[in-house]
């Protein structure tokens, strides 16, 4: 399996402009989670999808951030207008269920977010 | 609620030393523990985990951790440290019951030559 895949992995751009994530996460994991790392902040977990059902977005930090997830193979984290203070690494994990033995995280290589 | 500690910022020391990373946790049941590592401009990585059973888990590249139920503690320990152990290291809990994960403010490791 090639991993959770994101992209872009680098992405600048200007104050007020809408930024689109993307996370494809490693086939038949059924558990999404978007995380956002600063060196002020450390990791935060956003929000969490099981079976492409959001279940937390208790983390979001406001209405200018949205995630979806159509299907299984595919999820997007939007920030409509963004803001310099969300410039971060944005990183995608995938899990599955205990029963299917799988309790860890399998973190995607993130995407680096600068606005200006 | 959950919560991880992770003590000290940073930790150093001398390569072919023993090393230790610290971790405290709090859990309102049974936890699932967690250490991953993070190299720069990387995801974290998994390292190693704690379920059940033997106190004592061995992961990847040499790493284990040791489960003390007592002292709310999952230090994670390598025998013998490598340059290229130097990395960004996060101990992580989730409550046995939730599929959410805590982290914590993680621990830079330096392995000096």
């Known amino acids: 399996d090639a991993g959770v895949i994101q992209s872009p992995r680098h992405e600048v751009t200007e104050m007020g402009q809408e930024v689109t994530l993307r996370c494809k996460p490693i086939?038949?994991?059924?558990?999404l989670f978007w995380y956002r790392q600063t060196m002020m902040r450390g990791l935060e977990l956003l929000i969490y999808?099981?079976?492409?059902?959001?279940?937390?977005d208790s983390g979001m930090p406001e209405d200018r951030f949205s995630a979806k997830m159509p299907n299984a193979s595919f999820s997007t984290l939007k920030i409509q207008p963004s803001e310099p203070r969300d410039s971060a690494v944005y990183f995608c994990?995938?899990?599955?269920?205990?029963?299917?033995?799988?309790?860890?995280?399998?973190f995607g290589p993130g995407t680096r977010l600068t606005v200006t | 609620a959950q919560s991880v500690a992770q003590p000290e910022d940073q930790v150093n020391v001398a390569e072919g030393n023993p090393l230790t990373v610290k971790c405290t946790y709090s859990?309102?049941?049974?936890?699932?523990l967690f250490w991953y590592v993070q190299y720069p401009n990387r995801g974290l990585q998994f390292l190693l985990k704690?379920?059940?059973?033997?106190?004592l888990v061995k992961g990847s590249y040499g790493f284990e951790a040791e489960f003390n139920k007592s002292q709310t503690s999952f230090h994670l320990k390598k025998p013998s440290a490598l340059v290229s152990d130097s990395a960004l290291y996060f101990c992580?809990?989730?409550?046995?019951?939730?599929?959410?994960?805590?982290f914590g403010t993680g621990t830079k490791l330096q392995v000096i030559p």
């Open positions: 994990a995938s899990s599955s269920h205990p029963g299917q033995g799988v309790y860890e995280q399998y």
């Open positions: 992580a809990v989730r409550d046995r019951g939730y599929q959410k994960v805590t």
């Open positions: 086939s038949g994991h059924d558990y």
């Open positions: 859990v309102s049941g049974n936890p699932y």
């Open positions: 999808f099981n079976n492409n059902v959001p279940i937390d």
């Open positions: 704690y379920i059940t059973g033997d106190n």
